[in-house]
Structure formats: C-alpha cells, structure tokens
C-alpha cells in the first residue's frame, strides 16, 4: 500500500509556492494568473491518476476592477482597490490615527 510521504508533500507545497513567486503579486488569489496555475496543475496531478472524472468549472468573479477615486479636502490621491473590495460611493468622515498602517502625514 502507499503511503504518504513528507517530501512528497514538500515538492508539491514547494510547486504551488512557486506559482506564487511567479508574479508580482506573490499570492494565488482567487482568479489571479497564479490561481489559475494552481488550478491547472491540480486539475492535471488528479487527472493522471485516472481514478476520477475531473472537469473544472465555470469561475464567476463577483468584484468589480474599476477604477477608484479618493479625494480628501479636494486634493485627488492615487489608490489601489483591495481584491474583493466593494463597489460604490463612499462619502463620510476621515480620522487619522497615529501608527496604525500609517503615518501622519500633513493637516486633515
């Protein structure tokens, strides 16, 4: 019978790491370039075996790549979205906060 063994786990950890690596994003978030790798290489490792019917399905990606605006006091600022960030307008009241993810930079 075989069994599992810990270098063979380590090879195939080390090979989805490397997906990773591969791009400049360095994760394998859901319908990024390296998830898709993930997904291929695990579709084909478990299609070898031949011990199941393997199709993959359709992926809906529900976040929207849209540019985003910030303005502050009508000062525009360039920004990043967070994968899987929301959708829509935001308008409210900012409050700096001393060394938490950032430093105080300039009057609010």
């Excluded at 070898?48 to 990606?61: L, M, N, P, R, S």
């Excluded at 409050?95 to 300039?106: E, F, T």
Aim: hydrophobic share 40%; with cysteine.
């Amino acid at each position: 019978m075989d069994k599992i063994q810990l270098n063979d786990l380590l090879v195939g950890s080390q090979v989805l790491q490397d997906f990773s690596d591969a791009y400049w994003q360095k994760n394998r978030v859901f319908g990024s370039a390296a998830h898709m790798d993930t997904v291929n290489y695990l579709y084909n490792e478990v299609l070898a075996t031949g011990y199941y019917d393997v199709y993959k399905q359709e992926q809906i990606h529900l976040w929207s790549d849209a540019n985003q605006t910030l303005s502050i006091g009508g000062v525009a600022y360039t920004i990043s979205s967070v994968t899987f960030g929301v959708n829509g307008n935001v308008t409210g009241g900012l409050v700096p906060v001393a060394n938490l993810g950032c430093a105080l930079v300039g009057t609010f």
